[in-house]
Nanobody
Framework: QVQLVESGGGLVQAGGSLRLSCAAS????????MGWFRQAPGKEREFVSA????????YYANSVKGRFTISRDNAKNTVTLQMNSLIPEDTAIYYC?????????????????WGQGTQVTVSS
């Protein structure tokens, strides 16, 4: 099983940007679909973005499309989420996750490996 560690969260004003990173260890992520999820207080964990093994096919939640960009570097075993034009509704704990690509990319229950999360707070 792959171990995941997120970094890059913080406090930012609305309209600002943050870059989240996910470092993987234990095995190569090259055969895995990688995803980002987030969970705000009192809400369920929700899908944000995912990238296929080939890094060409990517997916986004409608709420972040056009503002967030996911990328991966299989050689470095890392995944990145560039977040621009942040709004207060983006405030949440952001989690990196890994799954086999035979499952639905937006379903958190199908992801076997999770990081500990990184807090993102967007002030208005």
């Amino acid at each position: 099983q792959v171990q995941l560690v997120e970094s890059g969260g913080g406090l930012v004003q609305a309209g600002g940007s943050l870059r989240l990173s996910c470092a993987a260890s234990g095995r190569s992520i090259s055969s895995l679909r990688m995803g980002w999820f987030r969970q705000a207080p009192g809400k369920e964990r929700e899908f944000v973005s995912a990238t296929e093994r080939n890094s060409i096919n990517t997916y986004y939640a409608n709420s972040v499309k056009g503002r967030f960009t996911i990328s991966r570097d299989n050689a470095k075993n890392t995944v990145t989420l560039q977040m621009n034009s942040l709004i207060p509704e983006d405030t949440a704990i952001y989690y990196c996750a890994a799954q086999s690509d035979i499952y639905a990319y937006a379903d958190p229950h199908t992801y076997a490996s999770w990081g500990q999360g990184t807090q993102v707070t967007v002030s208005s």
